[in-house]
C-alpha cells in the first residue's frame, strides 16, 4: 500500500471513531443496563403491593398534628406558622394563654389572690368608741378568663371571692370590647371606670395595701372595682391615654329606685422619657349627674354619702364619713402625677369634692385630699412604664430568688404621706356649727413599707401605717371622736 492510501485509510478510522452518535465500547454498559432492568422490576412490585394494600384497607385521613406546648418569655401569645386550627400554650410569667396558631383568639387564665393579716393599736378609742378589730383577711381571691376573638374582639371574665371587710363576693369584670378602630377601642360591661394614675395601677401593682385614701374616695363614687358601665371609648398610644366612660352603679351595690349615672373622663399623657427616665402627667374628673334614689318619688331623696376607710381593710371601719347628704349631682376632679428614674419612683396627685344639695339654699360643702409617695428598689430594678394605662407597674426581679443562693429577687423600699378632709365649716369641738356645716372628720396617714418580689407571680409585703384622725361628732355634745391609730400589717400575693 502506497504511503497516500495508509493516509487515507487512517483518516477515515479517525472520521469514524468521532462522528456522533459513535462511542467506543465500555465494558461497564452492560452491568449499568442489567441494574437499570432490576429497578425497574422493583418500582413495578411496589406498585403492585400498593394496590394490594389498598383494595384491602380503604384509605383515611391522616389524623390531626398534636397540639403544641411551648413555653415562652413573652407577655402575650405570640403567632405561628400552621394555620389558625392548631392550638398552642404559651406559659408567660406563670399565666397560661390558650391561643390559636395565628394569635387571633386567645384565652388566658387570671388570678389575683392577696392575704392580709393586721395588727391594730389604738389612742383614744374610748372617746371615739371605735374599736378595730385585728385579724386577718382575703383582700382579694380573684379568678377567671380573659382573651381576643377573631382579632378585632376583646373578653374578661373575673369573679372576686375575697372581701375587703364591708365587700362581699362580687363579680370584678365582666365585659366585651372592640378594638377594630384603633387606637380608638369600645368597651361595655362591668369595670374599673378609668379615673387616674393610681387609680389605673393594677391591684397587684400598687406600692402599698391599698390606694391612697383620697384616689380610694374618687374611685368608689363612680368607679372602682365591679362598676357597671354602659359604654366606655378610650384611646391609647406608648405616650398618651384618653378615656371616657358613662358608668352605673357597682354589682355589689343595694337595689335603688333609679340608679345612678356619672360621666368619668381621663387625659393623661408621658411627657418625658428616655432610657433612665418616664414623667407622666394625669387629669381626671367625675361628674355624677343621677344620685340613686331612696324612696319611690320623683322627688324623692337622693342621698350620697363621702366615706373612706384608713387605706387598709382588714377591719373595713371606716373612720372619716359625712354621713348621707340629700343632693342631686356631685363633682370629682383629681391632677396626678408619676415619674420613675432608673430605680426610684415617685408619685403624687391632689383630689377636690364637690356636691350640689338637692333643693336647698344652704351652701354646697366642698371636700379635699392630696398624697405623695414614692420607692426605692434597693436590688436595681426599675418600676416599668405601663403604656396600655399610662401607669407604672411592679419592678421584675433581675436575679429570682431561690435556695441556691444565685438570686435574691427585688426588695423595694416605699414611703407615703396622704390627707383627706372631708370637713367643711366644721368649728370646734363641744360647739354647735352652722347648719350647712359637714363633721365628717380629717385623716392624716404616715406608712412606711417594705416589698419583696422573690418571683415575677409572687409579692411579699409588710407595711407599717400611722394615722391621726380628728373628727368631731355631728349630734350633741359634738365631742372630739377621733384617735391615732398605728396598723402593722403583712401581705401574701400571688398573681398571674
Not at 377594630?180 to 374599673?192: C, D, E
Not at 320623683?298 to 376607710?309: R, Y
Request: overall charge neutral; proline content about 4%.
Amino acid at each position: 500500500m502506497t504511503h497516500r492510501r495508509r493516509l487515507h485509510a487512517v483518516l477515515c478510522a479517525a472520521t469514524f471513531l468521532v462522528s456522533p452518535g459513535v462511542a467506543l465500547a465500555d465494558p461497564r454498559d452492560d452491568r449499568i443496563k442489567a441494574l437499570e432492568q432490576k429497578l425497574e422490576a422493583l418500582g413495578a412490585e411496589i406498585k403492585a403491593l400498593r394496590a394490594e394494600q389498598a383494595a384491602e384497607k380503604p384509605a383515611q385521613a391522616a389524623p390531626a398534628a398534636p397540639p403544641r406546648v411551648t413555653a415562652q418569655a413573652a407577655v402575650a401569645p405570640q403567632p405561628a406558622a400552621g394555620g389558625a386550627g392548631a392550638a398552642i400554650l404559651n406559659v408567660a410569667n406563670g399565666r397560661p394563654t390558650f391561643s390559636t396558631a395565628d394569635g387571633a383568639t386567645t384565652l388566658s387564665i387570671r388570678t389575683l389572690l392577696q392575704y392580709d393579716m393586721s395588727y391594730f393599736m389604738q389612742s383614744g378609742r374610748s372617746a371615739s368608741g371605735t374599736d378595730l378589730a385585728s385579724g386577718s383577711n382575703f383582700r382579694r381571691a380573684r379568678i377567671g378568663v380573659e382573651g381576643k376573638l377573631f382579632g378585632d374582639w376583646f373578653y374578661s371574665f373575673l369573679y372576686d371571692m375575697g372581701s375587703g371587710g364591708t365587700e362581699v363576693a362580687k363579680l370584678a369584670d365582666a365585659y366585651i370590647q372592640y378594638d377594630g378602630f384603633a387606637p380608638f377601642h369600645i368597651r361595655t360591661g362591668s369595670f374599673v371606670s378609668p379615673q387616674g394614675i393610681e387609680d389605673q395601677t393594677g391591684s397587684g401593682d400598687l406600692l402599698f395595701l391599698e390606694r391612697a385614701a383620697s384616689t380610694d374616695l374618687a374611685r368608689s363614687l363612680a368607679g372602682g372595682d365591679g362598676r357597671k358601665n354602659f359604654l366606655n371609648i378610650f384611646a391609647q398610644s406608648t405616650d398618651y391615654y384618653a378615656s371616657l366612660t358613662w358608668s352605673g352603679a357597682k354589682n355589689a351595690d343595694p337595689l335603688t329606685f333609679d340608679q345612678q349615672q356619672a360621666l368619668v373622663a381621663r387625659l393623661s399623657g408621658r411627657v418625658y422619657k428616655d432610657s433612665d427616665t418616664n414623667v407622666v402627667i394625669s387629669a381626671n374628673g367625675s361628674h355624677i349627674f343621677k344620685i340613686a334614689d331612696t324612696a319611690a318619688s320623683p322627688a324623692g331623696p337622693s342621698a350620697i354619702n363621702f366615706q373612706n376607710s384608713p387605706e387598709n381593710t382588714v377591719d373595713g371601719t371606716r373612720l372619716i364619713s359625712t354621713g348621707a347628704i340629700n343632693a342631686s349631682r356631685a363633682l370629682v376632679y383629681g391632677l396626678e402625677t408619676a415619674a420613675n428614674h432608673r430605680n426610684f419612683y415617685i408619685q403624687g396627685g391632689y383630689y377636690g369634692y364637690g356636691i350640689t344639695r338637692r333643693a336647698s339654699t344652704l351652701s354646697n360643702p366642698q371636700f379635699d385630699g392630696w398624697y405623695v409617695q414614692g420607692s426605692w428598689v434597693m436590688t436595681g430594678e426599675t418600676r416599668p412604664y405601663v403604656a396600655a394605662t399610662s401607669t407604672f407597674g411592679s419592678p421584675r426581679a433581675a436575679h429570682p430568688f431561690n435556695f441556691k443562693g444565685e438570686g435574691i429577687g427585688a426588695w423595694e423600699l416605699t414611703a407615703r404621706f396622704s390627707v383627706l378632709d372631708l370637713n367643711y365649716k366644721a368649728g370646734l369641738a363641744g360647739l354647735t356649727a352652722g347648719a350647712d356645716a359637714v363633721r365628717g372628720g380629717r385623716q392624716e396617714g404616715l406608712t412606711v413599707g417594705v416589698n419583696w418580689y422573690p418571683i415575677s407571680a409572687v409579692r411579699f409585703l409588710l407595711d407599717f401605717q400611722h394615722l391621726d384622725i380628728d373628727h368631731i361628732a355631728p349630734a350633741t355634745p359634738f365631742a372630739q371622736i377621733g384617735q391615732k391609730v398605728d396598723i402593722t400589717t403583712a401581705r401574701a400575693q400571688l398573681a398571674f
